[in-house]
């Protein structure tokens, strides 16, 4: 797509040799794309097109040969109403010599080379924003320096975050005088010349102005894009390790979403997860109303043959959990702590409205509490990967291919565990190849008006 849209832009402005178009045809670069089609390129106008549009142009000619002396002398026969003097001339001609250099692809390829295995990214604090308390947490990022191919992709996406919020300027260079030796090499045929000095201050200027702030830029993006890939790397694995979690399998659950003012909200679900009662008690501070709360727990136990409670991790989790473990039951119950990252993004979702719509936001949060111990994948694939909170730096990286990767992994852990067709909610199946949102919303409306299916030719209907 972009060599088409190249091409047809060269053609264009009537620019387009038979060499240039198979140079480009056989392109399987896009950074030389680019540097193929830079001088074509609608930009807003430079210093060398205005020399050019003063004639100067034939002048940098002279210069760039190296062959003649006396450029001063040369230079007098250029001016005009807009160039007044011999220095207003060779300025120009310098100019349009720099954008030349710019252009030029072997330099820029080499360059390119030579920041990818040289480069050191530096940062500096902004001096205004130093004492910022929002800035301390970046504190070690305050003046620092490390090649850019070395470093790891955490640190990478610590500076850029810290760089956008406007707390240190960042910095991609190599040795300067490295650079400028290199393009001199490639440029400064004759050392002899009148022309030395004039092209010497041409490759200063197009280093510093033109080169040097497009490849730097250009090195950072390609250390960003390897950085964004090992980060998502890292969510995608941690996100399989929670949705393979080991199930508890079907089992009564009493599930509490702990909290301290608001009380702790309390379910109970039977072996398909659904709803059967729900509650709320206050065990902890201000209320310490323990005892009504260690009532009611037992009696719910007992009523609904309770085999197992889940607490949420969240806000008063651990005194809960200690809460719990004093009641005497009359039978042995199993405690579990369970991540309720999600829990929360659930339960305002669609999915949890269409689930439980005459119930509050803290009981559909309590359900996905209490589901995910009995079975993390099947409840885990109702809520966006990213609110599960799979990564640091998940809002830094690039969001398109990180949702691709979650959404990948979460169709592998699938496919890999399979599902009970009888059980399975409309978020897991669609997740199934060859199961799209629509066929699930079939399947899940034609199972609840016949009964479970019994065989595949009944699952063929749908």
Same mark, same amino acid.
């Given at each position: 797509?972009?060599?088409?849209? !190249?091409?047809?832009?060269? *053609?264009?402005?009537?620019?387009?040799?038979?060499?240039?178009?198979?140079?480009?045809?056989?392109?399987?670069?896009?950074? &030389?794309?680019?540097?193929?089609?830079?001088?074509?390129?609608?930009?807003?106008?430079?210093?060398?097109?205005?020399?050019?549009?003063?004639?100067?142009?034939?002048?940098?000619?002279?210069?760039?040969?190296?062959?003649?002396?006396?450029?001063?002398?040369?230079?007098?026969?250029?001016?005009?109403?807009?160039?007044?003097?011999?220095?207003?001339?060779?300025?120009?001609?310098?100019?349009?010599?720099?954008?030349?250099?710019?252009?030029?692809?072997?330099?820029?390829?080499?360059?390119? /080379?030579?920041?990818?295995?040289?480069?050191?990214?530096?940062?500096?604090?902004?001096?205004?924003?130093?004492?910022?308390?929002?800035?301390?947490?970046?504190?070690?990022?305050?003046?620092?320096?490390?090649?850019?191919?070395?470093?790891?992709?955490?640190?990478?996406?610590?500076?850029?975050?810290?760089?956008?919020? $406007?707390?240190?300027?960042?910095?991609?260079?190599?040795?300067? &005088?490295?650079?400028?030796?290199?393009?001199? *090499?490639?440029?400064?045929?004759?050392?002899?010349?009148?022309?030395?000095?004039?092209?010497?201050? #041409?490759?200063?200027?197009?280093?510093?102005?033109?080169?040097?702030?497009?490849?730097?830029?250009?090195?950072?993006?390609?250390?960003?894009?390897?950085?964004?890939?090992?980060?998502?790397?890292?969510?995608?694995?941690?996100?399989?390790?929670?949705?393979?979690?080991?199930?508890?399998?079907?089992?009564?659950?009493?599930?509490?979403?702990?909290?301290?003012?608001?009380?702790?909200?309390?379910?109970?679900?039977? &072996?398909?997860?659904?709803?059967?009662?729900? *509650?709320?008690?206050?065990?902890?501070?201000?209320?310490?109303?323990?005892?009504?709360?260690?009532?009611?727990?037992?009696?719910?136990?007992?009523?609904?043959?309770?085999?197992?409670?889940?607490?949420?991790?969240?806000?008063?989790?651990?005194?809960?959990?200690?809460?719990?473990?004093?009641?005497?039951?009359?039978?042995?119950?199993? =405690?579990?702590?369970?991540?309720?990252?999600?829990?929360?993004?659930?339960?305002?979702?669609?999915? #949890?409205?269409?689930?439980?719509?005459?119930?509050? =936001?803290?009981? /559909? $949060?309590?359900?996905?509490?209490?589901?995910?111990?009995?079975?993390?994948?099947?409840?885990?694939?109702?809520?966006?990967?990213?609110? !599960? $909170?799979?990564?640091?730096?998940?809002?830094?990286?690039?969001?398109?291919?990180?949702?691709?990767?979650?959404?990948?992994?979460?169709?592998?852990?699938?496919?890999?565990? $399979?599902?009970?067709?009888?059980?399975?909610?409309?978020?897991?199946?669609?997740? =199934?190849?060859?199961?799209?949102?629509?066929?699930?919303?079939?399947?899940?409306?034609?199972?609840? &008006?016949?009964?479970?299916?019994?065989?595949?030719?009944?699952?063929?209907? =749908?």
């Amino acid at each position: 797509k972009r060599k088409e849209s !190249i091409l047809k832009s060269i *053609e264009e402005q009537n620019a387009l040799s038979p060499e240039l178009k198979s140079k480009i045809e056989n392109s399987f670069d896009l950074q &030389e794309l680019e540097d193929f089609y830079l001088p074509y390129k609608k930009k807003k106008k430079t210093k060398a097109d205005v020399a050019r549009e003063n004639g100067l142009e034939p002048l940098a000619k002279i210069i760039m040969s190296q062959k003649n002396d006396d450029i001063e002398f040369l230079a007098s026969k250029y001016l005009n109403a807009n160039v007044k003097n011999e220095d207003e001339a060779l300025q120009g001609a310098r100019d349009i010599i720099a954008e030349w250099i710019n252009e030029n692809i072997f330099i820029r390829k080499n360059l390119r /080379r030579m920041f990818q295995r040289k480069a050191e990214i530096s940062t500096k604090v902004v001096k205004t924003k130093k004492d910022d308390e929002a800035a301390q947490k970046f504190s070690q990022y305050f003046d620092w320096n490390e090649p850019i191919s070395k470093a790891p992709s955490h640190r990478l996406l610590a500076m850029l975050r810290a760089e956008a919020e $406007g707390f240190v300027k960042l910095n991609v260079a190599v040795e300067k &005088e490295e650079a400028i030796d290199f393009i001199e *090499e490639n440029i400064i045929k004759n050392k002899n010349s009148d022309a030395t000095e004039h092209l010497e201050l #041409a490759i200063k200027d197009s280093y510093k102005r033109l080169l040097e702030p497009a490849i730097s830029n250009e090195t950072l993006q390609e250390a960003k894009a390897k950085a964004d890939i090992k980060a998502i790397d890292v969510f995608s694995e941690n996100l399989r390790q929670l949705l393979l979690a080991p199930p508890l399998g079907e089992k009564r659950i009493l599930a509490i979403d702990p909290g301290y003012r608001t009380g702790c909200k309390v379910v109970c679900l039977d &072996e398909k997860g659904d709803l059967l009662n729900n *509650e709320t008690i206050y065990p902890h501070a201000p209320q310490n109303d323990t005892a009504m709360a260690m009532k009611k727990i037992r009696s719910m136990v007992n009523a609904y043959n309770i085999e197992a409670i889940s607490i949420g991790n969240g806000t008063a989790s651990r005194e809960t959990e200690f809460f719990i473990k004093k009641i005497a039951f009359d039978k042995s119950v199993q =405690v579990f702590v369970v991540s309720e990252a999600g829990a929360s993004v659930y339960s305002a979702s669609k999915i #949890a409205r269409e689930e439980f719509l005459n119930y509050d =936001v803290t009981v /559909r $949060g309590s359900v996905s509490i209490g589901r995910r111990l009995s079975d993390p994948l099947a409840e885990l694939v109702k809520i966006d990967p990213k609110s !599960i $909170g799979v990564g640091q730096y998940q809002h830094d990286v690039d969001q398109t291919k990180l949702q691709s990767a979650l959404d990948s992994t979460v169709m592998s852990c699938v496919n890999s565990v $399979g599902i009970n067709i009888n059980t399975a909610s409309k978020s897991l199946l669609s997740y =199934v190849s060859g199961i799209g949102e629509k066929m699930a919303e079939n399947i899940v409306a034609y199972r609840s &008006e016949n009964g479970p299916f019994e065989d595949r030719k009944q699952l063929k209907k =749908v």
